[in-house]
């Protein structure tokens, strides 16, 4: 059963667009929500994460909005450059679980078209 | 100020033999977590080490199994390999709820 539901598999973008990636999520005892970034042939790296008491985190040009209701979360890449064009997971955790380990989603493919 | 590392890069072993995967953490993190991430997919939660325990497992079988010792770094032990045991291993560190993964280790079961 998968407890994460990642879309789009693949997202194409021009260069200075907004490069969006949803997330939905089932286990009702989540409540810490990363993302991360991956290249081919490394591990990913943390982007970007968010509780749910609040409904949106922003770091530079990654945002991150939540929707508790929804159980959704969604990452926004402002001012995408072809840098960003890489894998994306989101995953999910109970930070209350102790040793539970994240959840992630099948990804995202996102390339950024010069 | 390292981060994590895994040795080696790559691994290529044959059906049915047992493979040793290593992995530091990073400075200041006392926890290791093993992950197993397949071609095309999001890595899959093996199972987590804390205070040289494991403390939580995913939905992996008792061929996988680990052991952390007391400066935190950790092993992943895989035995009797089979082909769909070919994946990227990625070991993750914390000190709380924020996971910090290395390179990965590529094993390749032939």
């Known amino acids: 059963q998968q407890q994460v539901k990642q879309s789009p598999q693949s997202l194409i973008v021009q260069k200075g667009g907004i490069s969006i990636i949803n997330c939905a999520y089932e286990?009702?005892?989540?409540?810490?929500f990363p993302w991360y970034q991956q290249f081919p042939g490394k591990g990913p790296a943390l982007l970007i994460a968010i509780r749910p008491d609040v409904s949106e985190k922003k770091e530079g040009r990654f945002t991150i909005s939540f929707n508790k209701s929804a159980k959704q979360f969604s990452l926004h890449i402002m001012d995408s450059q072809p840098g960003d064009s890489a894998t994306y997971f989101c995953a999910a955790k109970n930070s209350g679980g102790g040793a539970d380990g994240l959840t992630f989603g099948k990804g995202t493919h996102l390339i950024i078209q010069p | 100020d390292a981060g994590v590392t895994q040795s080696p890069t790559h691994l290529i072993k044959t059906r049915g033999q047992q493979v040793t995967l290593r992995c530091s953490p990073k400075?200041?993190?006392?926890?290791v977590s093993w992950y197993q991430q397949a071609l095309g997919q999001g890595p899959q939660f093996i199972f987590q080490?804390?205070?040289?325990?494991?403390?939580q497992r995913g939905n992996f079988p008792d061929r996988f199994s680990g052991h952390q010792f007391p400066n935190y770094s950790s092993e992943l032990n895989v035995n009797a390999l089979l082909l769909g045991d070919s994946a990227l291993y990625l070991c993750?560190?914390?000190?709380?709820?924020?996971?910090?993964f290395g390179p990965g280790t590529r094993l390749t079961v032939t």
């Open positions: 080490y804390y205070e040289e325990e494991e403390r």
């Open positions: 286990n009702t005892a989540f409540d810490y």
């Open positions: 400075s200041g993190h006392d926890t």
């Open positions: 993750a560190s914390s000190r709380d709820v924020e996971q910090y």
